[in-house]
Every structure is written in structure tokens, then in C-alpha cells.
T-cell receptor
Framework: DQQVKQNSPSLSVQEGRISILNCDYT??????FLWYKKYPAEGPTFLIS?????DKNEDGRFTVFLNKSAKHLSLHIVPSQPGDSAVYFC???????????FGQGTRLTINP | KAGVTQTPRYLIKTRGQQVTLSCSPI?????VSWYQQTPGQGLQFLFE???????NKGNFPGRFSGRQFSNSRSEMNVSTLELGDSALYLC????????????FGPGTRLTVL
């Protein structure tokens, strides 16, 4: 039972354009959502998070949107840069626990 | 402030052996969680410690165990290693239990031969 799903294994975007990564979840108890960026053989690097009481959070080029009724979140990167090429994981956490449930990841490639 | 550190970074063991991995959280962080990453299963939660107490455990066999010390440093142990235990083991720390971001270490790459 995969509670967090990233249905796109890969995404290719032109440099300077917007990258949109999507994530769906099934457990309505999740109250904290995060996006991480990961390179092979390294630990995930935190990008941005959002609490379930919000529907949008922005940090520089990164914006996360949360649609609770659809159980869907998305990460927007504007403008996309070559250094953004990596695997992106969305993760969700239930209340009162540091127990992240991760999606399978989306490999983002930014083309010059 | 120093990030999460994990030792060793790479480890090669043979089936049947046991292994201990170490994690030092970010200074001031009291919660430590462990994750396993494999190509087939992705990133999966192993266990979570706070104030030396295991708060949650993932769906892993009893061969996987851990502990946390009074200085918040944590170790995980895998006994009777199997080939399928080959993975990247990641440690993450956070300030507390509720709504805090987890910051990950670089991981320990375990290869079981």
C-alpha cells in the first residue's frame, strides 16, 4: 500500500522554464509535507515544506502547493536551472511522529 | 552548524555477519530517524528515537535494531546480514517530534556479499 505516490518517474524541462513535480497521497492523517532533492549515493537535501493548515509555501525559486481535498501536492521551480537536475522526493509525515513516508521519486533533467 | 554525520560512509560485509552504523545529529536536535534506500523499495522508514526512546518502528524484521544515547547520537545494528540488506542507510535528525523538518546525513552504503 503506497501511501505517497509520484506518478512521473522522470521529467525533462528547458532551462529557464517552470518545472512542476507532482505528488499524491492517500492518508488524510498526514499533516506535514516536504520536498527533498537527492543525488546518487548522497542523503536527501531538504528543499521546502508545507503544513496541512496551509495551501501554499514559497521559498525563492521553489513553491509548494497543497490541495487537501484532492490529496495532492506539487513543487514548482521557477526558473529552472541546470543545477536543479536531480531526483526529487516528496514525503509526508503523520502527526506527532518523525516518520516520513516517501514517494518513489521523480528524476528532473534541466536541458540547456 | 555542522550537519548530520554518519560513520562509516562505506561498509562491505558478508552474509551472516552483523554491522553497527553510527549517526551524530545536528547539535541541539533530539530526534533521530533511520531510513533504508534500495532500488526496489525506495526510501523506507526504519525507526525513530527521541530522548533515548524508540517512538516508532517501520516494517522491518527484528534483525534491525537501534538505540539512542543521552547526547542524542544514535546507532543502528543489523544482525545476521542477508544479501537483501545491501542498501544506503540514511539517518535524519530534527529538533523535536512535531512538525519539524528532518535533515539527512550523507548515508552509509552497506554492501553484503
Amino acid at each position: 500500500d503506497q501511501q505517497v505516490k509520484q506518478n512521473s518517474p522522470s521529467l525533462s524541462v528547458q532551462e529557464g522554464r517552470i518545472s512542476i513535480l507532482n505528488c499524491d497521497y492517500t492518508n488524510s492523517m498526514f499533516d506535514y509535507f516536504l520536498w527533498y532533492k537527492k543525488y546518487p549515493a548522497e542523503g536527501p537535501t531538504f528543499l521546502i515544506s508545507i503544513s496541512s493548515i496551509k495551501d501554499k509555501n514559497e521559498d525563492g525559486r521553489f513553491t509548494v502547493f497543497l490541495n487537501k481535498s484532492a490529496k495532492h501536492l506539487s513543487l514548482h521551480i521557477v526558473p529552472s536551472q541546470p543545477g536543479d537536475s536531480a531526483v526529487y522526493f516528496c514525503a509526508a509525515s503523520p502527526p506527532g511522529a518523525q516518520k516520513l513516508v516517501f514517494g518513489q521519486g521523480t528524476r528532473l533533467t534541466i536541458n540547456p | 552548524k555542522a550537519g548530520v554525520t554518519q560513520t562509516p560512509r562505506y561498509l562491505i560485509k558478508t552474509r551472516g555477519q552483523q554491522v553497527t552504523l553510527s549517526c551524530s545529529p545536528i547539535s541541539g536536535h533530539r530526534s533521530v530517524s533511520w531510513y533504508q534506500q534500495t532500488p526496489g523499495q525506495g526510501l523506507q522508514f526504519l525507526f525513530e528515537y527521541f530522548s533515548e526512546t524508540q517512538r516508532n518502528k517501520g516494517n522491518f524484521p527484528g534483525r534491525f535494531s537501534g538505540r539512542q544515547f543521552s547526547n542524542s547520537r544514535s546507532e543502528m545494528n543489523v544482525s545476521t546480514l542477508e544479501l537483501g540488506d545491501s542498501a544506503l542507510y540514511l539517518c535524519a535528525s530534527s529538533l523535536s517530534l512535531v512538525g519539524d523538518t528532518q535533515y539527512f546525513g550523507p548515508g552509509t552504503r552497506l554492501t553484503v556479499l
